[in-house]
C-alpha cells in the first residue's frame, strides 16, 4: 500500500503562481511515475505532468511551459509548480503514483484561479 497526501490547494489570481506538494509513504516501489492529474467539474480528469524515478518528465500541451513538475526522492515527495495561472487550470488536483503492477491516488486537493 501506498498513501499519497497532496497539499497546497487554495485561492489565486490569475496570473499567479502556486506550488503543490504530494508526499508519499508506505511501501514505495523502487521504480515508478508519479505524477498529477486534474479534473475539473464536468469534466474527465486528466493527466497534467509526471515523472519517472529516472527524472523524465511529461506534459499536457495546455501547462507547457507554465507548469513544472519536479520530485525530491530523498523525501518521497513530488511537486508541481504552477505559474501563469488561468482560470481554466481550475480544478481538483489529484496525485498519483503508479508501477507496473499497481497505482494510488491521493485525495485530491482543489485551487481554483479566480479572472
Known amino acids: 500500500q501506498v498513501q499519497l497526501v497532496e497539499s497546497g490547494g487554495g485561492l489565486v489570481q490569475a496570473g499567479g503562481s502556486l506550488r503543490l506538494s504530494c508526499v508519499a509513504s508506505g511501501s514505495i516501489f523502487k521504480v515508478h511515475v508519479m505524477g498529477w492529474y486534474r479534473q475539473a467539474p464536468g469534466k474527465q480528469r486528466e493527466q497534467v505532468a509526471s515523472i519517472t524515478t529516472g527524472g523524465s518528465t511529461a506534459y499536457v500541451d495546455s501547462v507547457k511551459g507554465r507548469f513544472t513538475i519536479s520530485r525530491d526522492s530523498a523525501k518521497n515527495t513530488v511537486y508541481l509548480q504552477m505559474n501563469s495561472l488561468k482560470p481554466e487550470d481550475t480544478a481538483v488536483y489529484y496525485c498519483?503514483?503508479?508501477?507496473?503492477?499497481?497505482?494510488?491516488w491521493g485525495q485530491g486537493t482543489q485551487f481554483t484561479v479566480s479572472s
Open positions: 498519483n503514483y503508479r508501477t507496473w503492477r499497481d497505482g494510488y
